[in-house]
């Protein structure tokens, strides 16, 4: 994934350091969230850190060389996109965790997660209840009751990348 995104080779001592941290990272993302040293959760704030400087002078150093055969995402979405620097940041790391974990585990994300927000599951099912007109469904939802959902899909994109902060 890192290879079509930024064009890091597989087996590359730099690739290899990002991986490190991403492995480090995921660790801690499954952990409590204890900020103490020494904890799952301290190691994967500051490696999410050097992933996203890593990113950053990724992005740095595309802009100053202002290349046109950039044949990547990354050179793509600085060429192409209004995106922030930020928004840019955030989007690599989504599709780093995105093109890495599987749905599996963003759906063992969303339940670890909601399990602890009772409100969110009370809204989640009013919404749903209320598209589906309290009554069992006899056919697929349509097009405009999905968009209708705004707070599910706020809920299921928010476990497209665990964030620490």
């Known amino acids: 994934m890192a290879e079509h995104i930024m064009s890091l080779e597989p087996g590359n001592p730099e690739t290899e350091q990002l991986k490190k941290e991403y492995i480090t990272f995921m660790k801690g993302v499954f952990s409590a969230p204890l900020n103490f040293p020494g904890t799952a959760y301290r190691k994967a704030l500051q490696s999410r850190s050097i992933i ?62 909601l399990q602890g927000c009772p409100s969110a599951v009370q809204q989640l099912r009013e919404e749903h209840m209320e598209i589906a007109g309290g009554k069992k469904r006899e056919r697929e939802l349509s097009w405009e009751e999905y968009k209708k959902m705004e707070f599910t899909q706020c809920v299921t994109t928010s476990f497209d990348l665990p964030t620490l902060s």
């Open 52 to 113: 996203l400087k890593f990113i950053e002078e990724k992005m740095e150093e595309r802009i100053r060389r202002s290349r046109e055969d950039d044949d990547d995402l990354l050179g793509w979405v600085l060429k192409n996109s209004n995106l922030s620097k930020e928004q840019i940041l955030d989007l690599v790391l989504s599709l780093l965790f995105a093109g890495h974990e599987t749905s599996s585990v963003a759906i063992a994300l969303a339940i670890y997660f």
